[in-house]
């Protein structure tokens, strides 16, 4: 078992024509059952070519009902990425992972609100992707570093998971499925939502949170967890040292009128019952000495 | 983005959001026919720089002749401002925005935020005008009215009534405030504002409903469809590092610390500077070389971050993913070898190609230090700059 996809999911690629959208492609049908799991690309304007072997569309609409995939992974440049998640979301996909970086924050307003009444999940954007892995990725993350096991991550950020992941897997430690939700302020799925999943799965048997600075959604899904019965749960929370009023990258990472300090997560992660390490190289032996 | 306040206020006339009258200056003389221009017997002399607080700092003087005036402006212009936002050294002030006096019936704050949890744009309103929100919020958050705007209808008409009634507008202004909240959200919307904050927004004696201070900022994604905004940067407020690591497309933030970071991602690069401070020593920057970072990128990293004296050593943390190893570590030995460095190098390679990519390092006859994990990184490098 996983959260999200498995061996069984087919995914649309939307961007695919695109250099990167091609390049991620060959790497995750490269990748456990992607040959089987990437079905089709959409690129309006580029209907009826075939690249590689898979089918291209005009539209997601038409690639869902010609081959029945229910998840989109979104490549396309950052004017046109919110679109795309539309046409994702009136295709009605379970499904849509946006990693386009740099999408226009009233672009995610207008999107998530036209999202109020569908059932599509979406992860991102700006995110690394989903991977269960030895079964299927989609998105940009190495999937060499993966293990197969029962540790659930959440994250906001890319390289950061990987260096969380990496850690698990030489301490033998494997993954259930890896999620990266990204780092901007107006996104899709956010880490309570995550950790609900992971709750339900009954391969998870830990799961591991990554926050950073900014917003909110790190306390909120700690306040869920101390009034839930929840698996336990590893935290840490990247940008202890950031100044307020200074975006760290991430559109999403920045202190603002004093809130969303590293201090005031870990001190209400900590209330909350997680087990909040603030060494980021500490977090695969955290887990170790949860699990045991 | 950041603008001054004389631009945000150009914005907003534009958008048909009523402010002060007034003239941006350069020196003294554009100081005296701005007082004349003007007209009238009270000015308000306002130095423009990003960071707020300026009032606190002496830049906000009230004059009541062309001498105060001139006075005033002497005092504050090519001088620096130091004010609870800028650091001790404050920053030098460049221009000034000399603008009309108005008489003052009452203060009042209005904001505008994109809120994230609730994924739309927040109006706060307030009756106590002239005071920073975040105190308000705090002291008396039965003050302080929040509403949010569904983006397909925008400010509706009851909604700018309920806040204008709710900061105390008197009823026969109610018109004219629902105008001005309903302009300054299409303002903000139009121009895919990050946040903008009237503080104070009064009402005169004239029965007029203005802006009398602006601030705005701008989402950086979507500048690329404002151009009438991005000519609006103003290079004189950015750190020359800051500047010159923004045109080789790199994150880059300087800080206090003695240990440079050039770290690829950013919540890794946060993570960096974590462990640092974890083990002792301060971080000297923040620096994210992105996904795809290029020879060209390693050794501007490298330039930006040596500009800066503290720095004792420098830790680089690399988790390869898309970006191979290999390609990094050739970038990092073309950029050592160019730039020649003194201090102390510790290098972190993992991911992809990572035993080509420790190769190259090791073949290239630099003297780096290399690390096996972000553990023994963080301790080699704290050990190198404790000597």
């Known amino acids: ?292 | 983005m950041k603008v001054h306040e004389f631009q945000a206020k150009e914005i907003l006339r534009n958008c048909a959001v009523e402010t002060p009258r007034g003239v941006v200056c350069h020196s003294l003389d554009e100081v005296e026919s701005a007082v004349t221009e003007l007209g009238g017997n009270i000015w308000v002399v306002k130095a423009q720089i990003h960071a707020g607080g300026r009032g606190k700092g002496g830049g906000v003087r009230v004059v009541h002749s062309e001498a105060d005036a001139l006075s005033a402006a002497k005092d504050i212009l090519h001088q620096p401002l130091v004010t609870p936002q800028t650091g001790p050294e404050g920053q030098i002030v460049r221009k000034l925005l000399i603008e009309e006096g108005v008489g003052i019936l009452s203060e009042i704050y209005a904001g505008l935020v994109v809120d994230r949890a609730e994924q739309r744009v927040v109006l706060m309103m307030s009756p106590q005008g002239g005071m920073e929100i975040e105190e308000v919020a705090a002291a008396t958050p039965e003050k302080l009215l929040k509403i949010h705007i569904d983006p397909d209808t925008g400010l509706t008409d009851d909604d700018a009534r309920r806040a204008a009634s709710f900061a105390g507008i008197p009823d026969a202004l109610l018109d004219k405030a629902v105008g001005f909240l309903q302009a300054l959200y299409q303002a903000f919307w139009d121009n895919d504002a990050s946040l903008a904050e009237i503080n104070p927004l009064v009402v005169t004696d004239q029965g007029d409903v203005i802006a009398l201070d602006a601030k705005m900022t701008f989402d950086d994604s979507a500048l690329y469809r404002h151009p009438h905004i991005t000519k609006y940067r103003d290079l004189d407020e950015e750190s020359a590092a800051e500047i010159e690591a923004s045109e080789a497309g790199l994150s880059y933030i300087s800080l206090d610390g003695n240990i440079g970071c050039l770290v690829n991602g950013a919540g890794l690069a946060m993570a960096t500077m974590d462990i640092i401070k974890l083990y002792g020593e301060e971080p000297a920057n923040f620096l994210d070389v992105g996904g795809g970072a290029t020879t060209e990128q390693v050794i501007a990293a490298f330039t930006v971050m040596l500009k800066n004296k503290q720095v004792q050593a420098v830790l680089v943390n690399i988790f390869g993913g898309i970006m191979r190893c290999d390609v990094i570590a050739e970038g990092l030995v073309t950029a050592l070898r160019q730039i020649g460095t003194e201090v102390p190098v510790i290098v972190r390679l993992e991911g992809t190609n990572v035993e080509r990519g420790r190769t190259i390092l090791q073949e290239s006859g630099l003297t780096l230090i290399t690390a096996g994990t972000m553990d023994d990184a963080a301790r080699k490098v704290v050990q190198a700059v404790r000597g």
């Open chain 1, 1 to 292: 078992m996983s959260i999200l996809i498995n061996r069984h999911t087919r995914v649309i690629t939307q961007g695919m024509t695109g250099k990167t959208g091609l390049f991620h492609t060959e790497n995750c049908r490269a990748y456990a059952n992607g040959e089987a799991a990437f079905v089709a690309g959409v690129t309006p304007g580029k209907g009826g070519q075939e690249i590689d072997g898979i089918p291209v569309f005009d539209t997601v609409a038409e690639a869902k009902q010609e081959t029945g995939a229910t998840v989109s992974v979104i490549y396309v440049p950052p004017p046109f990425a919110a679109a795309a998640i539309d046409e994702a979301v009136a295709a009605e996909l379970d499904l849509v992972i946006c990693i386009t970086e740099g999408v226009p924050v009233t672009d995610m307003i207008r999107t998530r609100r036209k999202m109020e009444s569908s059932k599509t999940i979406l992860i991102g954007p700006n995110c690394p992707g989903v991977i269960t892995p030895e079964e299927i990725k989609i998105g940009i993350m190495p999937g060499y570093i993966h293990k197969k096991g029962s540790i659930g991550v959440v994250s906001r950020s890319g390289t950061l998971t990987y260096e969380v992941v990496d850690q698990l897997t030489k301490l033998g430690i494997g993954q259930s499925t890896c999620v990266g939700i990204g780092g901007d302020p107006v996104n899709g799925t956010k880490h309570l939502d995550t950790v609900k999943w992971f709750n339900e799965d009954p391969e998870t048997e830990a799961i591991v949170l990554c926050g950073e600075i900014g917003g909110t959604d790190e306390e909120d899904c700690g306040r869920w967890i101390a009034e839930n019965s929840v698996k336990p749960v590893a935290a840490f929370i990247a940008g202890a040292t950031a100044p307020p009023g200074k975006r760290m990258g991430h559109a999403g990472a920045i202190i603002a009128g004093g809130k969303g300090t590293a201090e005031e997560k870990i001190s209400v992660l900590r209330e909350c019952g997680v087990h909040v390490t603030e060494n980021p190289a500490g977090i695969g032996e955290l887990v170790k000495s949860l699990i045991n």
